[in-house]
């Protein structure tokens, strides 16, 4: 009985501990829950949309046929747009949903066994990537076409259509890269194994009615002091240093409510102090953990993009197969590394349902899925890559990959001869 008292005694204690401090707590929770809701319908649903204004263009990009080079030529052309930056007054970014920052996406679609590299920019921007493109590739065509989605139906599954589809996020820091296109290099001759060819094969397998999406929905990042902090802070957490957490009054008040309840019901337990390790760092590493250390200070070096990337695979309900998901999906596994970082799908955007309802489940992840693809919306989980690791995911394949489901230009583009007459 008196075990009972002291916990009614506990939670009255802690009602009155809410009572006298829910203006300081439910006023910062509401502003955030507003916050979304509001920049949502401001941008999507108002009458004054600043995104209803914006107009777009897809460019198919076909590479030449002898391309020599690396992916190293499409880090350049990453690097160069990285240089738009936007500047919108409060009125644009509040009242009417403008971008912060203004976004690209690059995209890679198999259709029916053939493969074809899509950009989608603002008509604004086509001259730059038309520039950044013809001046690393310069036999490559640059091509204006429709949005492809447009000749699929606007809700997905249905009667005759089925899908599925997954966003892709990381399992370590967003710091630590990827396996970059420098290490797929074959041991005997030195030659560099292209990334993707295996991509290609598999594209060039789909039969009549499949298509795989691949979607990388970037946008420049600025160098803003959090994101700073933030990759500094990894680090000195890879080179061991003991690492604070920031300070201010929210991380207070979460630290607070964080530890309340153990704070109750037991004694308060303090993290015991680790002695400071006197050896030099070279010391201190194994010989991967200065690799990766050293990748990791390489990778901060370069210009990163916040990135979406998200995989989708689309066919008629008679012949939909997701074995191709498993095929797609492996050959995107290559760039992952178990000691350096891993792209992987997200669990939570997986279009199926586990437990209860899972048709309906499933159905409701494929739709929500299939319309940000469509809307090229970047909400949920994000990628930090950097202009290397966004060149080795997405770039134009060299001439040792001969997968037939390539368009490539077939001769190479002249200028006009100095006498032809003008009329």
Known sequence: MNGTNETLNTFYAFGQVFYHTWWIVLPWAFYFIFKIIFKDYVAVRSADSWHKNLKWTYLEVIPPKDIERGPKVMESICAG????TTTHNTFDLWLRGAYSQDRFSFELIGE????????????????????QVYAQYPGAEVIEVEDYTLRFPKVIPNKYWDMWGVDFGFTAPEAVPIKTYDRFEEDITGTMI????????????????QHIWLQYIIIPLQETWSYEVAQKKAVEKLKGVAVESGGGFLSDLGDIF??????IFGPPQFSATAKKDEQPLEFRLTPMEKERLKATEENLGKT???????FLYIGKRDNFSKSYVSAFIGAI????????????PFDLS??????????????FR???????YRDRDPEGVKLVLSSKELATLYHFPDMGVKAPSVLRVASKLGTAPPNLPIR
């Open 333 to 344: 596994k290559q760039f992952n590394d178990m000691n350096y970082n891993q792209v992987k």
């Open 81 to 84: 747009i990285s240089g738009v």
């Open 304 to 310: 990163s993009y916040t990135t979406k990337m998200r």
């Open 112 to 131: 029916e066994g053939v493969a074809h590299f899509i950009i989608r920019c603002q008509k604004k921007y086509r001259n730059l990537i038309e520039a």
């Open 366 to 372: 494929k739709r929500k899925i299939y319309k940000r």
């Open 258 to 263: 964080r530890n309340i309840f153990s704070g």
């Open 194 to 209: 292209d990334p993707m060819a295996s991509i290609l094969e598999v594209l060039g397998t789909l039969t009549p009615d």
């Open 350 to 363: 997986k279009t199926y349902g586990k437990i209860f309802f899972t048709k309906a489940i499933a159905d």
